[in-house]
């Protein structure tokens, strides 16, 4: 409903405060990237990804699909300040994104996520 009308910051704010997480999903993260952005607005995508950011710690899907964008701008800055935030959630994969853009930032999401192997890459190149 809200979708439909256009209402992306209520939607974020409904999928943000949904108990469990339920709706934090990569569908909803589709949803939101299929949505026209308004004009004078953030897009959709990014105040789904704001509202979170100011409320919670990003999930895994979160985390990589929030990043992806943020690496193309080349604004490394922002993904280091919400690492040391606790704002996203580390994982390999995540790890492997950043690594072909920031190595000593790749080093620090394979270290809190206890990727030990990745870590002995990094410092090995």
Known sequence: ???????????????ASAPKGILRTPQTIQRFQQCPAQPGQASPLLQYFSILLETSQLNKAESLELARPVLQQGRNQLL???????????S???GDLI???????????????????????????
């Open 1 to 15: 409903m809200l979708f439909g009308q256009g209402q992306y910051s209520e939607a974020a704010k409904v999928a």
């Open 99 to 125: 690594k072909a853009h920031d190595s000593t930032l790749a080093l620090s999401v394979y270290l809190r996520a206890n990727i030990p192997q990745k870590v002995c890459q990094v410092f090995c190149n």
């Open 80 to 90: 280091e300040k919400w690492l040391v935030e606790g704002k996203l959630e580390c």
């Open 92 to 94: 390999e994969e995540l």
